[in-house]
């Protein structure tokens, strides 16, 4: 769904706060636009032969009241729109951010985690900016300006009214001339904002390998040419509605100073007295406020425009693994067991020419049973655990689990019943205990105890000083690779899965290691199905059965090696 759409969608349920928030806006600016007529009054009482001081100080209570009315009502109408735009910017990062989630692997192959970042929170921020000052503010303009005229016409006459503010049009041209520039070189400061978003997100995560290789200047070189590209972007953008603000100023400048020789003749005439001198300088005054806020509105305007094209680009992504197929009255997988019959699997690669990784790929895995699947590096053996789950998908008819095709099974009750650990385990910036439990409260600290003991990982962790309330860092990076995995792989024992997939993630430890989780492993997975991706013979020792996997996707000989 479309950005506008879910704004909309939101509009329709909680109208009434915005409506009356607008309708406040009017009210408050109605109120502005009586000062300059009351300063007017005031004048003429004070510039009379006899001055009759009840009238004035009657008209001062008069402004006074106009005033603090104007500041209620404004601050009355800042809080329920401004407020308002708030929720929507919630409302719209939580709609992109469980968009986002449901999109398929393929999606964040082809997209960098940077962009996305953005348009997440800059983007969105971008258009709640839009909603709130950029609409208030036109609204503003049509109102001031229209009680304005209205009010000039009666201090004077139509026809010095009309020369006075008939610049206007002439500006708000130029200005529709300008918007579509502002748009596209804003939507250039926000693709640069992303390269630098992702730029910063790739150093930190991978500073360990930066400050291995002795990279820290060639990297500050590389983020400074992206900084450099980001101020050019911003300075043709500044220099795109730069002029507007000044040319405002310069047109309503030239304005008063013919006013002041014509209207002074006029008071000095008496067509007009010295009141309406004033106040319809002071209208004059209150319209350049407004008309000088034109150049941020439309800054505002075209950001929030630019913004919610590159934040539909992900609305409108679909995913490519779906439950589209799926028979949707399937609550639970009857078993683990598990079958391929000629398997057939292929990446895309960036130039979209199909990239063959399985071929015609034969097994069966009874329903706790075990299967080791092995090969050279690259023929596909993590595929055939990514296909398990579903990250990737196959052709119908490939792949079965607990005897249902795998296409018909839900997204939702396949993934429930497995239990997968990749090869590069990711920890979240949690506890210890919350990245073994992984926030499901149904899990109790004993079995997250017991599922860190099968790890072997339990006496490392009762080591640190918090214990399991240790802090892990960002992706885990206060941990040794074999801590990561080991902690990777009691969260998922603790689901006590029916499918087990482990893909090679016993690679960062050490003999000893490995050798006491295969024995405890040994229990652990006797009640269920497991898949161990493998280069070990030790870990491949755990299984019933050995695939192996030659260079060419296709099913060979094990050779003991």
């Known amino acids: 769904m479309q950005s506008s759409k879910l704004i909309l969608e939101y509009f329709k349920k909680h109208w009434p706060r915005y409506a009356i928030g607008i309708v406040l806006v009017v009210v408050a600016t109605f109120f502005t636009t009586l000062i300059p007529k009351y300063l007017g009054l005031a004048i003429d009482a004070l510039n009379a032969k006899n001055i009759d001081i009840a009238n004035v100080q009657s008209i001062a209570l008069m402004l006074g009241a106009i005033a603090i009315a104007a ?25 992109l951010f469980s968009h986002l989630q449901s999109l398929s692997s393929d999606f964040y192959v082809k997209n960098n985690t940077g962009d996305i970042i953005t348009r997440s929170i800059v983007d969105v921020q971008a258009v709640r900016m839009m909603l709130g000052f950029a609409v208030i503010s036109i609204l503003d303009i049509l109102v001031t300006t229209s009680l304005s005229i209205f009010n000039m ?68 070189e590389t983020f400074s040419k992206l900084s450099t590209k980001k101020v050019e972007a911003e300075i043709k953008l500044a220099r795109a509605f730069s002029l507007i603000g000044p040319s405002v100023q310069l047109t309503f400048g030239i304005v008063f100073s013919v006013f002041l020789v ?47 094209k590159r934040i539909d680009k992900i609305l409108l ?85 607990g005897g249902i095709e795998i296409n018909k099974i839900p997204l939702k009750v396949l993934r429930e019943a497995c239990a997968y650990v990749p090869q590069e385990c990711f920890l979240f910036s949690d506890t210890i205990l919350e990245n073994i439990r992984f926030y499901d409260s149904k899990v109790k600290d004993d079995q997250v105890f017991a599922a860190a003991k099968a790890a072997h990982i339990h006496e490392n962790i009762t080591e640190f000083p918090a214990g399991y309330q240790t802090m892990v860092g960002e992706r885990g990076m206060t ?56 280069h070990r013979s030790s870990a491949a020792a755990l299984a019933d059965t050995i695939l192996y996997l030659g260079d060419d996707g296709e099913a060979g000989d094990f050779d003991g090696r």
């Open 317 to 401: 992504e679909k995913p490519t693994i779906d439950d589209s197929r799926a028979d949707m009255s399937i609550t639970e997988l009857p078993s683990g067991e598990i079958e391929a019959s000629n398997l057939n699997f292929s990446y895309e690669s960036s130039e979209g020419i199909p990239c063959e990784v399985l071929k015609d790929v034969n097994f069966h895995v009874p329903s706790g049973g075990s299967i080791a699947i092995m090969g050279p590096t690259g023929c596909g053996k993590s595929t055939i655990a990514t296909l398990l789950t579903r990250v990737w998908g196959c052709d119908d008819g490939m792949l079965k689990v």
């Open 153 to 220: 016409v009666l201090a004077t006459d139509p026809l010095l009214t009309f020369l006075a503010v008939s610049p206007i049009p002439f500006m708000v041209f130029v200005i529709i001339k300008v918007r579509l520039m502002v748009r596209i070189r804003y939507t250039k400061v926000q693709e640069a904002i992303s390269n630098i978003s992702t730029k910063v997100q790739e150093n930190i995560t991978g500073i360990r390998v930066i400050k291995a290789f002795s990279q820290e200047v060639m990297e500050e």
């Open 71 to 95: 500041f209620v009502v404004r601050f009355t109408w800042r809080y329920l729109i401004l407020g308002f735009c708030r929720l929507v910017e919630f409302f719209l990062r939580e709609k």
């Open 479 to 534: 941990l040794s690779g074999g801590q990561k995995q080991r902690i990777a792989l009691a969260r998922a024992l603790v689901r006590n899965p029916k499918i087990l997939i482990l893909d090679d993630c016993m690679s960062a430890l050490d003999s000893e290691t490995e050798r006491q989780i295969i024995e405890n492993l040994k229990t652990e997975i006797a009640s269920c199905t497991a898949v161990i991706v493998t």
């Open 262 to 308: 014509v209207g002074g003749t006029l008071v000095a005439k008496g067509t007009i007295t010295l009141g309406d001198y004033v106040s319809f300088n002071t209208y004059l005054m209150l319209i350049m406020g407004p008309i000088g806020m034109i150049g941020r509105i439309v800054d505002r305007w075209q950001r929030g425009i630019a913004s919610m």
